[in-house]
């Protein structure tokens, strides 16, 4: 599985740490492992722009999702072909904000984003209750699982 990781917003983050959740979500989610997907993290004004441009919103945004290929999950018997996944763009300093407010770390608040934003690309949708129901719980099963995995492994 290639994950690329592009940060242009001058705010020092773990990349590795993303890689490896975007990874175990693949896994999770029984994505082909030649599947490609790559993670921007751009500043504020770059999100605005992409968010007014392609949601037609206005400000800045902490996630966006650019499909490509248009993969689903797979299953145990069958991964998703493979294929690029396409694109996040995160927003750090949208996060680091959140993340306050939360009451957890910028670290933890990108690996959220990262998970949602990779959902985003495998189809899944939070705009009618049932939609989120599932969304969200595939999401906090996935950073649970690799909190407990990142944990086995030391860090």
Same mark, same amino acid.
């Given at each position: 599985?290639?994950?690329?990781?592009?940060?242009?917003?001058?705010?020092?983050?773990?990349?590795?740490?993303?890689?490896?959740?975007?990874?175990?979500?693949?896994?999770?989610?029984?994505?082909?492992?030649?599947?490609?997907l790559a993670?921007?993290?751009?500043?504020?004004?770059?999100?605005?722009?992409?968010?007014?441009?392609?949601?037609?919103e206005?400000?800045?945004?902490?996630?966006?999702?650019?499909?490509?290929?248009e993969?689903?999950?797979?299953? /145990?018997? !069958?991964?998703?072909?493979? =294929?690029?996944?396409? &694109? *996040?763009?995160?927003?750090?300093?949208? @996060?680091?904000?959140?993340?306050?407010?939360?009451?957890?770390?910028?670290?933890?608040?990108?690996?959220?984003?990262?998970?949602?934003?990779?959902?985003?690309?495998?189809?899944?949708?939070?705009?009618?209750? /049932?939609? !989120?129901?599932?969304?969200? =719980?595939?999401?906090? &099963? *996935?950073?649970?699982?690799?909190?407990? @995995?990142?944990?086995?492994?030391?860090?």
């Amino acid at each position: 599985m290639a994950v690329e990781i592009n940060n242009e917003s001058g705010i020092p983050v773990d990349e590795a740490g993303l890689q490896r959740l975007a990874l175990h979500a693949f896994e999770h989610l029984n994505v082909h492992r030649d599947a490609e997907l790559a993670i921007v993290l751009v500043d504020e004004a770059a999100i605005e722009q992409l968010h007014v441009q392609w949601m037609d919103e206005p400000g800045p945004t902490d996630v966006l999702s650019f499909p490509m290929d248009e993969l689903r999950p797979g299953s /145990d018997d !069958e991964p998703t072909p493979p =294929g690029l996944l396409g &694109d *996040i763009v995160l927003c750090p300093q949208v @996060a680091i904000q959140q993340a306050e407010a939360a009451g957890h770390s910028t670290h933890d608040e990108l690996l959220l984003l990262t998970t949602h934003g990779i959902l985003h690309l495998l189809g899944f949708d939070h705009a009618e209750p /049932d939609e !989120e129901k599932e969304m969200f =719980g595939i999401q906090r &099963d *996935i950073l649970v699982s690799f909190t407990l @995995a990142e944990r086995g492994r030391g860090a």
